[in-house]
Protein backbone atom coordinates (compact mmCIF):
# COMPACT_ATOMS: atom_id res chain seq x y z
CA UNK A 1 0.00 0.00 0.00
CA UNK A 2 1.30 3.67 -1.11
CA UNK A 3 2.20 5.92 1.79
CA UNK A 4 0.38 9.03 2.26
CA UNK A 5 2.32 12.30 0.90
CA UNK A 6 2.07 14.77 4.04
CA UNK A 7 2.74 18.20 3.50
CA UNK A 8 6.02 19.41 4.62
CA UNK A 9 5.80 22.87 6.96
CA UNK A 10 7.78 25.24 6.11
CA UNK A 11 10.36 26.82 8.60
CA UNK A 12 9.99 30.63 8.43
CA UNK A 13 13.11 32.35 8.28
CA UNK A 14 14.82 33.66 11.63
CA UNK A 15 14.87 37.02 12.97
CA UNK A 16 18.55 38.15 12.81
CA UNK A 17 19.55 40.14 16.15
CA UNK A 18 21.93 42.73 15.90
CA UNK A 19 24.56 43.13 18.67
CA UNK A 20 26.51 45.87 19.64
CA UNK A 21 29.84 44.73 19.80
CA UNK A 22 30.69 46.72 23.66
CA UNK A 23 27.80 44.01 24.71
CA UNK A 24 29.37 40.47 23.10
CA UNK A 25 31.10 38.88 25.86
CA UNK A 26 35.03 37.75 25.40
CA UNK A 27 36.08 34.63 26.51
CA UNK A 28 40.09 34.43 25.56
CA UNK A 29 41.05 34.95 29.32
CA UNK A 30 43.19 37.65 28.90
CA UNK A 31 40.85 39.95 30.78
CA UNK A 32 41.35 37.54 33.99
CA UNK A 33 44.73 36.98 33.64
CA UNK A 34 45.10 41.05 34.41
CA UNK A 35 42.77 40.75 37.40
CA UNK A 36 45.28 38.29 38.84
CA UNK A 37 48.47 40.32 38.12
CA UNK A 38 47.32 43.50 39.25
CA UNK A 39 45.88 42.08 42.46
CA UNK A 40 49.31 39.84 43.07
CA UNK A 41 50.90 42.86 43.13
CA UNK A 42 49.03 44.69 45.53
CA UNK A 43 49.02 41.44 47.66
CA UNK A 44 53.02 41.26 47.10
CA UNK A 45 52.67 38.13 45.86
CA UNK A 46 56.27 38.44 44.37
CA UNK A 47 58.10 38.37 47.39
CA UNK A 48 56.96 36.04 49.13
CA UNK A 49 56.93 33.29 46.39
CA UNK A 50 59.49 31.79 44.47
CA UNK A 51 57.26 31.12 41.49
CA UNK A 52 56.21 34.78 41.27
CA UNK A 53 52.27 33.89 40.95
CA UNK A 54 50.03 32.17 42.44
CA UNK A 55 47.87 31.96 39.11
CA UNK A 56 49.17 28.90 36.47
CA UNK A 57 47.65 30.58 33.69
CA UNK A 58 50.13 33.67 34.80
CA UNK A 59 52.92 31.52 35.07
CA UNK A 60 52.49 29.68 31.92
CA UNK A 61 52.25 33.19 29.97
CA UNK A 62 55.96 34.07 31.24
CA UNK A 63 57.24 30.86 30.35
CA UNK A 64 56.03 31.16 27.35
CA UNK A 65 58.23 34.72 26.77
CA UNK A 66 61.35 33.10 28.49
CA UNK A 67 64.50 31.95 26.75
CA UNK A 68 65.89 28.24 27.27
CA UNK A 69 68.67 30.36 29.20
CA UNK A 70 66.31 32.22 31.34
CA UNK A 71 64.30 29.09 31.60
CA UNK A 72 67.27 27.52 33.42
CA UNK A 73 68.21 30.57 35.75
CA UNK A 74 64.40 30.30 36.72
CA UNK A 75 64.68 26.78 37.68
CA UNK A 76 67.46 27.31 39.71
CA UNK A 77 65.66 30.12 41.82
CA UNK A 78 62.52 27.88 42.14
CA UNK A 79 65.48 24.83 43.21
CA UNK A 80 65.05 21.94 40.01
CA UNK A 81 67.53 20.83 38.80
CA UNK A 82 68.09 22.77 35.31
CA UNK A 83 68.76 19.77 32.71
CA UNK A 84 66.71 18.94 29.54
CA UNK A 85 65.02 21.16 26.62
CA UNK A 86 63.09 23.51 26.99
CA UNK A 87 59.44 21.51 26.59
CA UNK A 88 60.80 19.17 29.55
CA UNK A 89 61.91 21.79 31.55
CA UNK A 90 58.57 23.77 31.55
CA UNK A 91 57.12 20.98 32.36
CA UNK A 92 59.28 20.09 35.47
CA UNK A 93 58.22 23.57 36.41
CA UNK A 94 54.92 23.63 35.60
CA UNK A 95 54.92 20.17 37.76
CA UNK A 96 56.88 21.39 40.82
CA UNK A 97 54.65 24.59 40.57
CA UNK A 98 51.81 22.42 41.20
CA UNK A 99 52.74 20.91 44.19
CA UNK A 100 54.37 23.98 45.95
CA UNK A 101 52.38 25.31 48.69
CA UNK A 102 51.09 28.81 48.08
CA UNK A 103 51.81 28.34 44.83
CA UNK A 104 49.62 25.98 42.97
CA UNK A 105 48.88 23.86 45.75
CA UNK A 106 47.06 26.11 47.67
CA UNK A 107 47.77 26.86 51.40
CA UNK A 108 46.21 28.51 54.62
CA UNK A 109 48.19 31.99 55.12
CA UNK A 110 47.55 32.10 59.00
CA UNK A 111 49.10 35.53 59.32
CA UNK A 112 48.84 37.09 62.76
CA UNK A 113 48.09 40.71 61.42
CA UNK A 114 47.00 41.76 57.80
CA UNK A 115 49.26 42.24 54.61
CA UNK A 116 47.67 45.87 53.95
CA UNK A 117 46.49 48.56 55.92
CA UNK A 118 42.60 48.21 56.11
CA UNK A 119 42.43 51.92 55.47
CA UNK A 120 44.71 52.53 52.66
CA UNK A 121 44.18 52.64 48.64
CA UNK A 122 45.69 49.60 48.14
CA UNK A 123 43.05 47.33 50.08
CA UNK A 124 39.93 49.65 48.18
CA UNK A 125 41.81 48.21 44.98
CA UNK A 126 41.88 44.52 46.85
CA UNK A 127 38.78 45.07 47.71
CA UNK A 128 37.33 46.03 44.20
CA UNK A 129 39.12 43.63 42.01
CA UNK A 130 38.36 40.70 44.55
CA UNK A 131 34.34 41.80 44.53
CA UNK A 132 34.33 41.79 40.49
CA UNK A 133 35.35 38.39 41.02
CA UNK A 134 37.38 36.23 37.93
Same mark, same amino acid.
Given at each position: !? /?? $???? =?? %? =????? #???????? @???????????? +?????????? $??????????? #??????M?? !??????????????? @? /?S?????? %????????????? #?G????????? /? @??? /??? $?? #??? +?L? +? =?????
Open positions: !M /PR $KKTQ =SK %K =SSPKK #AVKKDVND @LNIADGKDDIEK +IKNLEDLLGV $KQTNPYGTTSE #AVLEERNE !MTLTDLQTFAIRVGI @L /PGNKLTL %KNKLKKSFKSHAG #AAGYNVGYQK /P @LVD /PSS $KQ #AEE +IK +I =SREGF
